[in-house]
């Protein structure tokens, strides 16, 4: 009923940069905030960055200043741009919207499969 796909993962060297993408589909009503998590070898899931519907971002202390997150509401889609990339970022990049589907009286949470940011020299 609703998709969310991600892209822009890859391998990089440290100090490099990446893009992220996620488009999510379906019958969507209205989708309120957006965000990326990631889960790295080992590790729990934990938050990166999300972005409410009238644009107020937080960031973990981990990324502040190093990644931007964004989005397109005519497009359904967030970004996450990722600078100055550290071996430490590595992990599984997960994206998450809260959004109310067509006909449904609550919102809901969705994620997508994820995609891989390995950083690397």
């Known amino acids: 009923q609703v998709q969310l796909v991600e892209s822009g993962g890859g391998l990089v060297q440290p100090g490099g940069s990446l893009r992220l993408s996620c488009a999510a589909s379906?019958?969507?009503?209205?989708?309120?905030?957006m965000g990326w998590y990631r889960q790295g070898p080992g590790k729990q899931r934990e938050l990166v960055a999300i972005i409410t519907s009238s644009n107020y971002r937080i960031y973990a202390d981990s990324v502040k200043g190093r990644f931007t997150i964004s989005r397109d509401n005519a497009k359904n889609t967030v970004y996450l741009q990722m600078n100055s990339l550290k071996p430490e970022d590595t992990a599984d990049y997960f994206c998450k919207a809260v959004l109310k589907v067509s006909g449904m009286m609550a919102s809901s949470d969705y994620w997508g499969q994820g995609t891989q940011v390995t950083v690397s020299s």
């Open positions: 379906g019958s969507i009503f209205s989708i309120y905030t």
